[in-house]
């Protein structure tokens, strides 16, 4: 009898500013029906995105792919530049921003630090959406420094005196952890922010998966490749088991891998839906025999942010 034992963390999938920016889109499909537009995919996850378009929603990288300015346009949940955001006002349409309430706060702190005429240290991804975002909330560039290792600390002009820094969102504390510690060794007056810049659903997420990881030989985390927070999970959990996978559905478990595994750990990242992880349940309970499932719960989420929409 082949018997699998799951670990499901707690908390995992839809986090309060996903779920607040999916809503958004899918109320404005019911007041204005299709199509909609979307300034960027409104959250990184293949399904959410696929499913969206089937309903009419048109997801846009330049403003000359609008081809009807009577229809709503809406700012994606990773938060757009100060220069889009003037752009897209000045199109005259309908624009509603579904910019995740805890990366605002992160634009704030952005703008502030410019205020105070400090050089701004961003600890993130070059390339990712919210990065470019955030950099763009400041006018003078040159005040601005991408970091995303330790070896970019040390190529860090050393003659900067006013530091401040913030950190994208969803990175992981073990990879933003190593960074600020030599950031803090370089400019001892560096200024960050009261509260952590990382979101609390990507800190609970991180930490119910080392939870789980710690008593598993592999761990599932549902989640589509360029979601950031869904790639950091996989690494939080390859430091604490031998296996770590991240798969878009049930179609990507490999079961050639887990022949071997009797106790299994399952997450998501926090733009995965939830039928996504029943899906992978069910598919699992059809592999094998008997599977006994347990909740390891961490933290409860009780966030939830409201629709500010203009």
Not at 59 to 77: G, N
Not at 112 to 117: H, I, P, Q, R, S
Not at 121 to 149: C, F, L, W, Y
Request: charged share 30%.
């Amino acid at each position: 009898m082949q018997e699998l034992n799951i670990h499901l963390a707690s908390p995992r999938g839809f986090c309060a500013g996903v779920r607040r920016a999916v809503e958004i889109v899918e109320q404005t499909l019911l007041e204005f029906g299709a199509p909609v537009y979307v300034r960027h995919e409104i959250v990184h996850n293949r399904h959410i995105i696929e499913g969206l378009r089937r309903r009419g929603v048109v997801f846009i990288e330049e403003w000359k792919e609008i081809k009807d300015k009577t229809r709503p346009l809406i700012l994606s949940a990773h938060g757009v530049s100060q220069k889009v955001r003037k752009e897209a006002e000045a199109l005259g349409m309908k624009l509603i921003d579904a910019t995740c309430p805890l990366v605002e706060k992160v634009h704030i702190q952005m703008r502030k630090l410019a205020e105070a005429g400090k050089n701004i240290i961003i600890i993130g991804k070059p390339a990712h959406v919210e990065v470019i975002g955030t950099a763009g909330q400041v006018e003078d560039k040159s005040r601005i420094h991408i970091v995303q290792n330790l070896e970019d600390v040390e190529k860090l002009p050393s003659k900067m005196r006013e530091v401040g820094f913030v950190t994208q969102t969803t990175l992981s504390k073990g990879e933003t952890k190593h960074i600020v510690e030599k950031l803090k060794k370089r400019f001892p007056s560096l200024e960050g922010m009261k509260k952590d810049d990382i979101c609390y659903a990507t800190t609970n997420r991180q930490k119910a998966v080392a939870e789980v990881a710690g008593k598993c030989e592999a761990v599932l985390i549902v989640g589509s490749q360029n979601s950031s927070n869904s790639q950091s999970l996989k690494k939080v959990a390859e430091n604490f088991c031998p296996k770590a996978f991240l798969i878009d559905d049930a179609a990507g478990i490999p079961y050639g891998q887990l022949s071997a595994v009797k106790n299994l750990g399952i997450s998501a990242g926090a733009s995965a839906p939830d039928y996504l992880i029943e899906e992978v349940l069910n598919d699992l309970s059809a592999h094998y025999d008997k599977i006994n499932i347990s909740y390891d719960i961490v933290a409860k989420e009780e966030v939830s942010f409201k629709d500010r929409r203009k």
